[in-house]
Protein backbone atom coordinates (compact mmCIF):
# COMPACT_ATOMS: atom_id res chain seq x y z
CA UNK A 1 0.00 0.00 0.00
CA UNK A 2 3.24 2.25 0.58
CA UNK A 3 4.12 4.10 -2.67
CA UNK A 4 7.56 5.76 -2.34
CA UNK A 5 7.12 9.66 -1.38
CA UNK A 6 3.26 9.01 -1.07
CA UNK A 7 2.07 8.27 2.12
CA UNK A 8 1.77 10.75 5.06
CA UNK A 9 3.13 9.70 8.75
CA UNK A 10 -0.88 9.59 10.00
CA UNK A 11 -2.31 6.05 10.91
CA UNK A 12 -5.82 5.78 8.93
CA UNK A 13 -8.69 5.83 11.91
CA UNK A 14 -12.04 7.46 10.39
CA UNK A 15 -11.27 7.69 6.72
CA UNK A 16 -12.33 5.29 3.76
CA UNK A 17 -9.94 3.30 1.94
CA UNK A 18 -6.52 4.98 0.74
CA UNK A 19 -6.19 4.14 -3.21
CA UNK A 20 -3.69 1.48 -3.77
CA UNK A 21 -2.13 2.39 -7.45
CA UNK A 22 -2.13 5.51 -9.48
CA UNK A 23 -4.00 4.43 -11.87
CA UNK A 24 -6.57 7.54 -11.11
CA UNK A 25 -5.20 11.27 -12.04
CA UNK A 26 -3.90 12.82 -9.13
CA UNK A 27 -5.34 15.96 -8.19
CA UNK A 28 -2.53 19.49 -7.71
CA UNK A 29 -2.04 18.08 -3.87
CA UNK A 30 -0.47 14.70 -5.18
CA UNK A 31 1.11 16.67 -8.21
CA UNK A 32 2.72 19.60 -5.76
CA UNK A 33 4.28 16.76 -3.79
CA UNK A 34 6.02 15.04 -6.57
CA UNK A 35 6.92 18.07 -8.03
CA UNK A 36 8.81 18.84 -5.02
CA UNK A 37 10.16 15.26 -4.65
CA UNK A 38 11.19 16.08 -8.40
CA UNK A 39 13.58 19.04 -7.58
CA UNK A 40 14.52 17.55 -4.49
CA UNK A 41 15.94 14.11 -6.75
CA UNK A 42 17.19 15.78 -9.63
CA UNK A 43 17.19 18.96 -9.36
CA UNK A 44 13.99 19.29 -11.83
CA UNK A 45 13.78 22.78 -13.28
CA UNK A 46 10.65 22.34 -15.27
CA UNK A 47 8.81 20.98 -11.53
CA UNK A 48 10.37 24.02 -9.69
CA UNK A 49 8.82 26.23 -12.29
CA UNK A 50 5.35 24.45 -11.87
CA UNK A 51 5.62 24.61 -7.71
CA UNK A 52 6.27 28.51 -8.39
CA UNK A 53 3.74 29.05 -11.18
CA UNK A 54 1.25 27.57 -8.23
CA UNK A 55 2.61 28.15 -4.92
CA UNK A 56 4.37 32.08 -5.53
CA UNK A 57 0.83 33.87 -6.10
CA UNK A 58 -0.66 32.13 -2.69
CA UNK A 59 2.73 32.79 -0.97
CA UNK A 60 2.84 36.43 -2.14
CA UNK A 61 -0.74 37.26 -0.63
CA UNK A 62 0.78 35.33 2.59
CA UNK A 63 3.56 37.46 2.78
CA UNK A 64 1.69 41.01 1.87
CA UNK A 65 -0.99 39.85 4.97
CA UNK A 66 1.80 39.32 7.33
CA UNK A 67 2.67 43.15 6.75
CA UNK A 68 4.82 43.31 4.32
CA UNK A 69 4.76 46.53 1.57
CA UNK A 70 5.15 44.90 -2.06
CA UNK A 71 8.83 45.56 -3.03
CA UNK A 72 10.04 43.92 0.05
CA UNK A 73 7.61 41.47 -0.54
CA UNK A 74 8.94 40.01 -3.41
CA UNK A 75 12.16 40.19 -3.17
CA UNK A 76 10.87 37.56 0.47
CA UNK A 77 8.97 35.57 -2.23
CA UNK A 78 12.23 35.21 -4.28
CA UNK A 79 13.99 34.20 -0.84
CA UNK A 80 11.32 31.56 -0.03
CA UNK A 81 11.42 29.88 -3.46
CA UNK A 82 15.53 29.51 -3.75
CA UNK A 83 15.11 28.09 0.24
CA UNK A 84 12.53 25.99 -1.71
CA UNK A 85 15.22 24.75 -4.28
CA UNK A 86 18.38 24.76 -1.63
CA UNK A 87 16.06 22.78 0.97
CA UNK A 88 14.03 20.60 -1.29
CA UNK A 89 16.22 17.77 0.09
CA UNK A 90 14.43 18.01 3.59
CA UNK A 91 11.22 17.57 2.14
CA UNK A 92 9.60 14.56 3.91
CA UNK A 93 6.64 13.31 2.04
CA UNK A 94 5.30 11.44 5.04
CA UNK A 95 5.74 14.65 7.29
CA UNK A 96 3.75 17.38 4.65
CA UNK A 97 2.00 18.22 1.97
CA UNK A 98 3.66 20.49 -0.04
CA UNK A 99 1.84 23.13 0.99
CA UNK A 100 2.64 22.98 3.97
CA UNK A 101 6.12 22.77 3.62
CA UNK A 102 6.62 25.66 1.77
CA UNK A 103 3.77 27.31 4.36
CA UNK A 104 6.32 27.01 6.92
CA UNK A 105 9.32 28.36 5.01
CA UNK A 106 7.49 31.38 4.21
CA UNK A 107 6.59 31.80 7.85
CA UNK A 108 10.10 31.79 8.93
CA UNK A 109 11.00 34.60 6.39
CA UNK A 110 8.19 36.44 7.60
CA UNK A 111 9.32 36.47 11.30
CA UNK A 112 13.12 36.95 10.04
CA UNK A 113 12.00 39.49 7.75
CA UNK A 114 8.71 41.94 9.52
CA UNK A 115 9.42 40.87 13.22
CA UNK A 116 13.43 41.24 13.18
CA UNK A 117 13.50 38.09 15.43
CA UNK A 118 14.98 34.50 15.01
CA UNK A 119 12.94 31.25 14.64
CA UNK A 120 14.01 28.90 17.20
CA UNK A 121 13.82 25.40 15.31
CA UNK A 122 14.50 21.70 16.09
CA UNK A 123 16.94 19.60 14.17
CA UNK A 124 16.75 15.75 13.40
CA UNK A 125 20.49 15.44 12.75
CA UNK A 126 21.16 17.07 16.18
CA UNK A 127 22.47 14.21 18.31
CA UNK A 128 20.68 15.37 21.46
CA UNK A 129 17.33 15.05 18.92
CA UNK A 130 14.89 12.45 20.16
CA UNK A 131 13.92 10.74 16.97
CA UNK A 132 10.67 9.46 16.62
CA UNK A 133 9.53 6.03 17.79
CA UNK A 134 9.92 3.30 14.76
CA UNK A 135 6.47 3.36 12.88
CA UNK A 136 4.53 0.04 13.74
CA UNK A 137 3.48 -0.77 10.24
CA UNK A 138 0.11 0.75 10.55
CA UNK A 139 -1.15 1.94 7.03
CA UNK A 140 -1.25 5.69 6.50
CA UNK A 141 -2.86 8.14 4.82
CA UNK A 142 -2.00 9.35 1.09
CA UNK A 143 -0.95 12.70 0.57
CA UNK A 144 -3.82 13.99 -1.12
CA UNK A 145 -6.34 12.34 1.36
CA UNK A 146 -4.48 14.28 4.26
CA UNK A 147 -5.17 17.79 2.40
CA UNK A 148 -8.55 16.92 1.53
CA UNK A 149 -9.42 15.90 5.39
CA UNK A 150 -7.54 18.68 6.70
CA UNK A 151 -9.97 21.21 4.42
CA UNK A 152 -12.51 18.94 5.34
CA UNK A 153 -11.56 18.95 9.13
CA UNK A 154 -11.56 23.33 8.99
CA UNK A 155 -14.90 23.72 7.42
CA UNK A 156 -16.17 21.84 9.97
CA UNK A 157 -15.01 24.16 12.57
CA UNK A 158 -17.17 26.62 14.02
CA UNK A 159 -17.18 30.19 12.25
CA UNK A 160 -15.41 31.61 15.30
CA UNK A 161 -13.17 28.87 15.55
CA UNK A 162 -12.07 29.17 11.83
CA UNK A 163 -11.93 32.89 12.43
CA UNK A 164 -9.13 32.49 14.46
CA UNK A 165 -7.31 30.30 13.26
CA UNK A 166 -7.54 32.33 9.93
CA UNK A 167 -6.43 35.39 11.57
CA UNK A 168 -3.41 33.34 13.43
CA UNK A 169 -2.30 31.48 10.23
CA UNK A 170 -3.00 33.44 7.68
CA UNK A 171 -3.06 37.32 8.91
CA UNK A 172 0.07 36.15 11.46
CA UNK A 173 -1.72 38.01 14.49
CA UNK A 174 -0.51 37.12 18.26
CA UNK A 175 -3.38 35.83 20.30
CA UNK A 176 -3.32 39.72 22.02
CA UNK A 177 -3.82 41.29 18.33
CA UNK A 178 -6.96 39.12 17.62
CA UNK A 179 -8.57 39.66 21.04
CA UNK A 180 -8.28 43.53 20.50
CA UNK A 181 -9.42 43.25 16.80
CA UNK A 182 -12.40 41.32 17.98
CA UNK A 183 -13.26 42.72 21.13
CA UNK A 184 -13.35 39.69 23.27
CA UNK A 185 -10.91 39.19 26.31
CA UNK A 186 -7.38 37.30 25.02
CA UNK A 187 -8.15 34.17 27.31
CA UNK A 188 -11.16 33.71 25.30
CA UNK A 189 -9.08 33.65 21.81
CA UNK A 190 -6.81 31.06 23.29
CA UNK A 191 -9.85 28.71 24.42
CA UNK A 192 -10.78 29.00 20.79
CA UNK A 193 -7.67 28.21 19.34
CA UNK A 194 -7.51 24.70 22.30
CA UNK A 195 -10.93 23.77 21.28
CA UNK A 196 -10.30 24.08 16.98
CA UNK A 197 -7.04 22.31 17.58
CA UNK A 198 -8.46 19.62 19.40
CA UNK A 199 -11.49 19.39 17.26
CA UNK A 200 -8.62 19.04 14.26
CA UNK A 201 -6.77 16.26 15.69
CA UNK A 202 -9.89 14.24 16.65
CA UNK A 203 -11.16 14.23 13.48
CA UNK A 204 -7.90 13.86 11.60
CA UNK A 205 -6.53 11.04 14.34
CA UNK A 206 -3.13 12.42 14.65
CA UNK A 207 -0.47 10.00 16.60
CA UNK A 208 -0.41 11.53 19.17
CA UNK A 209 -1.60 8.89 21.56
CA UNK A 210 0.43 6.10 20.39
CA UNK A 211 3.83 8.67 20.61
CA UNK A 212 3.62 9.72 24.32
CA UNK B 1 11.70 8.83 28.13
CA UNK B 2 8.10 9.61 28.92
CA UNK B 3 7.31 13.14 28.75
CA UNK B 4 4.05 13.91 30.50
CA UNK B 5 4.09 17.69 30.67
CA UNK B 6 3.60 19.69 27.36
CA UNK B 7 4.00 22.85 26.16
CA UNK B 8 -0.15 23.24 25.56
CA UNK B 9 -1.90 23.17 22.15
CA UNK B 10 -2.89 26.98 22.22
CA UNK B 11 1.46 27.58 22.21
CA UNK B 12 1.91 24.68 20.07
CA UNK B 13 -0.52 26.14 17.39
CA UNK B 14 0.74 29.94 18.31
CA UNK B 15 4.41 28.60 17.48
CA UNK B 16 3.17 27.14 14.05
CA UNK B 17 1.45 30.36 12.96
CA UNK B 18 4.15 31.90 13.73
CA UNK B 19 2.78 34.28 16.24
CA UNK B 20 4.84 33.27 19.66
CA UNK B 21 7.17 35.38 21.02
CA UNK B 22 11.32 34.47 20.40
CA UNK B 23 12.01 33.57 23.59
CA UNK B 24 8.80 30.95 24.16
CA UNK B 25 9.96 29.74 20.74
CA UNK B 26 12.72 29.15 21.88
CA UNK B 27 11.31 26.54 24.44
CA UNK B 28 8.64 24.93 22.26
CA UNK B 29 11.37 24.82 19.95
CA UNK B 30 13.99 22.38 22.76
CA UNK B 31 10.34 20.49 24.06
CA UNK B 32 9.82 19.53 20.46
CA UNK B 33 13.52 18.39 19.62
CA UNK B 34 12.71 16.29 22.82
CA UNK B 35 8.74 14.88 22.13
CA UNK B 36 7.75 13.31 18.99
CA UNK B 37 4.17 13.35 20.41
CA UNK B 38 4.48 17.74 20.23
CA UNK B 39 5.96 17.40 16.61
CA UNK B 40 3.28 15.31 14.97
CA UNK B 41 0.68 18.28 16.66
CA UNK B 42 2.91 20.43 15.23
CA UNK B 43 2.81 19.10 11.66
CA UNK B 44 -0.97 19.01 11.79
CA UNK B 45 -0.64 22.35 12.88
CA UNK B 46 1.56 23.11 10.14
CA UNK B 47 -1.25 21.26 7.38
CA UNK B 48 -3.48 23.98 8.30
CA UNK B 49 -1.14 27.08 7.58
CA UNK B 50 -0.24 24.65 4.01
CA UNK B 51 -4.79 23.95 3.30
CA UNK B 52 -5.58 28.35 4.37
CA UNK B 53 -2.41 29.16 1.93
CA UNK B 54 -3.67 26.91 -0.37
CA UNK B 55 -7.37 28.01 -0.51
CA UNK B 56 -6.88 31.20 -1.52
CA UNK B 57 -7.91 31.66 -4.81
CA UNK B 58 -7.98 35.23 -5.35
CA UNK B 59 -4.48 35.85 -5.68
CA UNK B 60 -3.01 37.28 -8.65
CA UNK B 61 -0.66 35.17 -11.35
CA UNK B 62 2.69 35.02 -10.52
CA UNK B 63 5.28 37.21 -11.85
CA UNK B 64 7.51 35.06 -14.47
CA UNK B 65 10.49 37.90 -14.10
CA UNK B 66 10.83 36.49 -10.25
CA UNK B 67 10.94 32.83 -11.75
CA UNK B 68 13.51 34.07 -14.09
CA UNK B 69 15.80 35.64 -11.80
CA UNK B 70 15.45 32.68 -9.19
CA UNK B 71 16.41 30.48 -12.46
CA UNK B 72 19.29 32.64 -12.82
CA UNK B 73 20.39 32.53 -9.21
CA UNK B 74 19.72 28.56 -9.20
CA UNK B 75 22.38 28.36 -12.22
CA UNK B 76 24.83 30.41 -10.49
CA UNK B 77 24.44 28.44 -7.51
CA UNK B 78 24.98 25.28 -9.30
CA UNK B 79 27.91 26.49 -11.10
CA UNK B 80 29.73 27.28 -7.90
CA UNK B 81 28.93 23.46 -6.29
CA UNK B 82 27.59 22.90 -3.10
CA UNK B 83 29.54 23.89 -0.19
CA UNK B 84 31.41 20.89 1.63
CA UNK B 85 28.83 19.31 4.36
CA UNK B 86 29.52 20.40 7.93
CA UNK B 87 30.61 17.64 10.38
CA UNK B 88 27.85 16.57 11.91
CA UNK B 89 28.78 17.74 16.23
CA UNK B 90 29.52 15.00 18.62
CA UNK B 91 27.25 14.49 20.71
CA UNK B 92 26.48 13.41 23.70
CA UNK B 93 25.01 16.97 24.69
CA UNK B 94 22.12 17.86 27.31
CA UNK B 95 20.88 21.04 25.63
CA UNK B 96 19.14 20.10 22.39
CA UNK B 97 19.44 22.34 19.50
CA UNK B 98 18.32 25.37 18.95
CA UNK B 99 19.41 25.72 22.60
CA UNK B 100 23.15 25.09 22.01
CA UNK B 101 23.32 27.54 19.28
CA UNK B 102 21.13 30.38 21.75
CA UNK B 103 23.73 29.54 24.84
CA UNK B 104 26.80 29.39 23.25
CA UNK B 105 27.71 25.81 23.59
CA UNK B 106 26.35 22.98 25.61
CA UNK B 107 26.05 23.09 29.83
CA UNK B 108 29.99 22.14 30.85
CA UNK B 109 31.11 24.84 28.69
CA UNK B 110 29.03 27.79 29.68
CA UNK B 111 29.79 30.72 32.30
CA UNK B 112 27.44 30.17 34.47
CA UNK B 113 26.88 33.39 37.51
CA UNK B 114 25.72 32.67 40.59
CA UNK B 115 22.30 34.15 41.89
CA UNK B 116 22.15 33.26 45.57
CA UNK B 117 21.18 30.14 47.16
CA UNK B 118 23.70 28.16 45.15
CA UNK B 119 21.54 28.73 42.13
CA UNK B 120 23.32 29.70 39.14
CA UNK B 121 22.16 31.04 35.56
CA UNK B 122 22.37 31.98 32.09
CA UNK B 123 20.74 34.09 30.60
CA UNK B 124 20.15 34.14 26.50
CA UNK B 125 19.91 36.89 24.42
CA UNK B 126 16.32 36.74 22.69
CA UNK B 127 14.46 39.66 20.39
CA UNK B 128 11.72 41.31 20.25
CA UNK B 129 10.06 42.68 23.67
CA UNK B 130 7.85 40.35 26.35
CA UNK B 131 9.52 37.07 27.45
CA UNK B 132 13.00 36.83 28.26
CA UNK B 133 15.08 32.96 28.91
CA UNK B 134 17.89 31.81 30.63
CA UNK B 135 19.38 29.06 31.91
CA UNK B 136 19.11 27.96 35.75
CA UNK B 137 21.17 25.86 37.20
CA UNK B 138 19.63 24.21 40.96
CA UNK B 139 22.04 22.11 43.23
CA UNK B 140 20.13 18.16 43.77
CA UNK B 141 17.88 18.26 46.17
CA UNK B 142 18.03 22.28 46.85
CA UNK B 143 14.74 24.51 46.51
CA UNK B 144 14.24 27.69 44.66
CA UNK B 145 12.86 30.20 46.83
CA UNK B 146 9.34 30.83 47.07
CA UNK B 147 7.78 33.13 44.75
CA UNK B 148 5.03 34.40 42.38
CA UNK B 149 4.37 35.49 39.20
CA UNK B 150 3.31 39.03 37.89
CA UNK B 151 2.72 37.58 34.19
CA UNK B 152 3.85 33.77 32.99
CA UNK B 153 6.28 31.31 33.76
CA UNK B 154 6.92 28.31 31.48
CA UNK B 155 10.47 25.82 32.38
CA UNK B 156 11.87 22.75 30.73
CA UNK B 157 13.67 20.55 32.21
CA UNK B 158 17.10 19.56 30.71
CA UNK B 159 19.05 17.82 33.11
CA UNK B 160 17.85 15.90 36.74
CA UNK B 161 14.17 16.55 37.71
CA UNK B 162 11.97 18.91 39.94
CA UNK B 163 9.07 18.37 42.00
CA UNK B 164 6.08 21.15 41.64
CA UNK B 165 2.59 21.20 43.49
CA UNK B 166 2.54 17.27 43.17
CA UNK B 167 4.20 16.89 40.04
CA UNK B 168 7.74 15.33 39.00
CA UNK B 169 8.80 17.20 35.99
CA UNK B 170 11.95 15.55 34.61
CA UNK B 171 13.80 15.90 31.01
CA UNK B 172 11.65 17.12 28.60
CA UNK B 173 8.49 18.12 30.41
CA UNK B 174 7.12 21.51 30.41
CA UNK B 175 5.68 23.37 33.95
CA UNK B 176 3.51 26.15 33.11
CA UNK B 177 2.82 28.72 36.17
CA UNK B 178 0.81 31.61 36.07
CA UNK B 179 -0.16 35.19 38.21
CA UNK B 180 -3.02 32.60 40.37
CA UNK B 181 0.53 29.88 41.47
CA UNK B 182 2.79 30.91 44.38
CA UNK B 183 5.25 27.82 44.49
CA UNK B 184 8.77 26.42 45.43
CA UNK B 185 9.89 24.00 42.92
CA UNK B 186 12.84 21.24 44.84
CA UNK B 187 15.32 19.43 42.60
CA UNK B 188 15.55 16.10 42.10
CA UNK B 189 18.34 14.00 44.64
CA UNK B 190 20.10 12.78 41.98
CA UNK B 191 21.94 15.39 40.17
CA UNK B 192 21.79 19.15 40.02
CA UNK B 193 18.57 20.26 37.68
CA UNK B 194 19.37 22.11 34.73
CA UNK B 195 16.48 23.97 33.38
CA UNK B 196 15.17 26.21 30.56
CA UNK B 197 13.23 29.35 32.09
CA UNK B 198 10.97 31.87 30.59
CA UNK B 199 9.08 34.29 31.86
CA UNK B 200 6.96 37.58 30.86
CA UNK B 201 7.27 39.26 34.07
CA UNK B 202 9.75 39.51 36.84
CA UNK B 203 9.11 36.89 39.44
CA UNK B 204 8.14 37.60 42.75
CA UNK B 205 10.01 36.35 45.51
CA UNK B 206 8.31 36.12 48.97
CA UNK B 207 11.63 36.37 51.52
CA UNK B 208 13.22 39.80 51.48
CA UNK B 209 16.90 38.18 50.29
CA UNK B 210 15.84 36.95 47.04
CA UNK B 211 14.01 40.39 46.49
CA UNK B 212 17.08 42.40 47.25
CA UNK B 213 19.47 40.25 44.94
CA UNK B 214 16.98 40.97 42.19
CA UNK B 215 17.38 44.28 40.69
CA UNK B 216 21.06 42.68 39.99
CA UNK B 217 20.47 39.54 38.12
CA UNK B 218 17.25 40.40 36.66
CA UNK B 219 15.63 37.12 37.34
ZN1 LIG C 1 5.23 17.42 24.07
Known sequence: MKAPGNVIGFPRRSFGRASAGRSEPADATDEMSDRLLAVAEHGDRAAFAVLFRHFGPRVRAYLLRAGGDAGRVDDLLQETFAAVWRKAGQYDSRRATAAAWIFAIARNRSIDAFRRERRPEFDRQDPAFQPDPQPDGEETLATRERAESVRAALAALSEEQREVLRLSFYDGESYAAIAIRLGIPVGTVKSRARLAFRRLRAVLGGRREELR | ?219
Open chain 2, 1 to 219: MTIEHHVGDERLLAYGAGTLDEATSLLVAAHLALCPACRSDLELAEAVGGALMESDRLAPPADETVLDALVRCIACEDDEGSAAAAAAPLGPFVLPQPLRGYAGGDVAGLRWRSVGGGIRQVPLKTHGAGATARLLSIPAGKSVPEHGHSGFEATLVLAGSFYDRGSWYRRGDVGIADSAVVHRPVAGPEEDCICLAVTDAPLKFVAAVPRLLQPFHGI
